[in-house]
């Protein structure tokens, strides 16, 4: 249903509202911001079932489920970030997946990082801040088995539905991230599909977390 899909574009809009905050408070880190956008149309260009995609990191994606597009633009998004920014701390924020609501509910996001000093820092600028979220597994010997194709390096979503929902595709985007990157740096998936909205209006989830984040790093 595409009725309030709107909506779908939250992360970006979190993201894109923290960087301007943090430009005109002033913010000791050198801050990037990219906003990896997905247009959710019909067209002669729009991916199709069994398409095999190259990715920027260079693997490929064979695509087995058309709706979960944002995890293709995510994921080229931070691997150009890890290739030109030389970034010692990425955070991604995005309405992801409808699975989040499952897994955390309407006002908790959840979180998937590599570092449980950065989970941490997240959690405690989520309190601080009001913008709560809930750590989930982090463990990719288990999760991205189940993205495996025969055609291509990885699925764009799991084949087992109990595997495919937040935390897949937070693994997903992580496959994509240089492994040196993911030994030695931070890294913080942030899915916020349904804090981020309540009925037909935004509510502005992950902004001052975000804040609150920087200035704890």
Known sequence: NMIGMKRDMGGAAGVL?????????GCAHNLHCILCLAENAVSANATRPDDILEMF???????NNTDAEGRLV??????????FLAPDVIVDMATLTGAQGIATGRKIACMVSNSEAGEDIMLRAGRLSGDL????????EIYLKDFESTVADLKNRSKDVPMSGSTGAAHFIAAHMPSEFLASKIWLHLDIAYPVFQGERAT???VTALGRLLQLL
């Open 17 to 25: 509202s923290a960087f301007e905050v943090a430009v005109s408070r």
């Open 57 to 63: 990191s260079g693997l490929t994606v064979e695509v």
């Open 133 to 140: 979220f809930h750590p989930l597994p982090y463990c990719p």
């Open 74 to 83: 995510l994921a080229d998004g931070i691997a150009h970030a890890c290739k």
């Open 204 to 206: 502005g989830f992950g």
